[in-house]
């Protein structure tokens, strides 16, 4: 299972959690209604026991002067870093408590590993959709058929941005912007998922904008507007093409990369 859909499970994993000597494959977690075992947490943890940090897809200077290298390294070293660190410190402990069944220190881990799981999940995705501004792929015209269906939804790529600038502007405290395609209908929308929190079942990102002060704050200051001004001249549209030709799946193969 991937650390997406673990992450997104878990409440209900850690909810039916039970101890059973016949306890179903890992694969029964995926369908509706899953009842979570020692053996199949344990089974995930085991397969999924350690993640490193990806490399970025660019030099740490290649975002400037839209981000600098002094906030892409810190960004990505120190605090992706973190994320990483801290999530596999998670899920040792888990797989540790599995043994034990012990279920109270199961939730409490609970959050651990959704916040730290989550900031991996979505960093790894934030530095892919991401791309020099004298890139190709930075260039609208990289992604044909998105910026149809943007054009569709929204009337413009200018109205598209303005209300995708107004939905992070709003944004309370931390968190992320995202432009998101419905898996089932396929239809565009503008979501924002707090914290760390990953972008919700159903939903494939199409790209996401990071929204906490440590994305932003040594270059821009408290001008957030200003920040999501420039982020577009640094978009990859190729990437979000591929994104939203294809699907959910598609989107999160990046984090094979980092297992």
């Known amino acids: 299972m991937q650390l997406a859909s673990y992450l997104l499970q878990l409440p209900q994993l850690l909810l039916n959690f039970k101890s059973s000597p016949q306890s179903p494959p890992p694969s029964a977690i995926g369908k509706q209604e899953p009842v979570a075992t020692a053996t199949a947490i344990e ?5 999924h026991a350690s993640y490193t940090l990806p490399p970025l897809p660019y030099p740490y200077n290649a975002l400037e002067p839209y981000i600098s290298a002094q906030i892409m390294t810190i960004h990505h070293q120190k605090h992706h870093q973190a994320y990483v660190t801290n999530l596999n410190a ?6 540790s408590l599995t043994a034990a069944t012990d279920i109270p220190a199961h939730i409490a881990l609970q959050q651990a590993i959704k916040f730290n799981g989550g900031g991996h999940i979505n960093h ?20 044909p058929h998105v910026r149809k269906a943007i054009k569709d939804r929204w009337g413009s790529e200018d109205a598209f941005k303005d209300a995708f600038g107004k939905v992070l502007l709003g944004l309370q405290g931390s968190g992320w912007g995202w432009l998101v395609k419905d898996e089932d209908g396929g239809a565009l929308e503008i979501i924002t998922t707090k914290d760390q929190d990953p972008v919700p079942a159903g939903k494939v990102p199409i790209f996401g904008v990071d929204m906490w ?5 040594l270059q821009y200051l408290n001008n ?9 001249n640094v978009i990859n549209w190729d990437t979000a093409e591929k994104r939203y030709t294809g699907g959910r799946k598609d989107a999160f193969n990046v984090l094979k990369a980092s297992m």
């Open 90 to 95: 998670a899920l040792t402990t888990l797989a």
């Open 213 to 217: 002060e440590h994305a932003y704050y």
């Open 124 to 143: 790894s995705l934030f530095w892919e959709n991401l791309t020099p501004a004298k890139s190709p792929g930075a260039s609208p015209s990289a992604g």
């Open 43 to 47: 089974d995930f943890v085991m397969a």
């Open 224 to 232: 957030k507007a200003e920040y999501i001004k420039g982020i577009w």
